[in-house]
Nanobody, 123 residues
């Protein structure tokens, strides 16, 4: 059974930082594409970052590029999202995603994801 558990969210002032973690089990971590997406109340899901656990290649949405960094620790089966220079518009529920296998890159509408972690940025 695929399991993903996000943690590390919280309340932070604008300009601050948070580090999200996604611990995983139930699949061959090294062979998968993983990512983070977020969703705020009344807004559409936004895919924000993706990583290949096999070769470490990454991508970012323009809205977070230069501020967020995705990484993975294959020994711990964990993916991280380091978020710096946070803005109030970053406030959302953040979810970790893993593909179903065989994907070339993240599909933020398909795959498996966890229960999410809330990030709130105050102005």
């Amino acid at each position: 059974e695929v399991q993903l558990v996000e943690s590390g969210g919280g309340l932070v002032q604008a300009g601050g930082s948070l580090r999200l973690s996604c611990t995983t089990s139930g699949f061959a971590f090294d062979d998968h594409i993983m990512g983070w997406f977020r969703q705020a109340p009344g807004k559409e899901r936004e895919g924000i970052s993706c990583i290949s656990n096999s070769d470490g290649s990454t991508s970012y949405a323009d809205s977070v590029k230069g501020r967020f960094t995705i990484s993975s620790d294959n020994a711990k089966n964990t993916v991280y999202l380091q978020m710096n220079s946070l803005k109030p518009e970053d406030t959302a529920f953040y979810y970790c995603l893993v593909d179903r296998g065989g994907s070339s890159w993240c599909d933020y509408e398909d795959g498996y994801w966890g229960q999410g972690t809330q990030v709130t940025v105050s102005s």
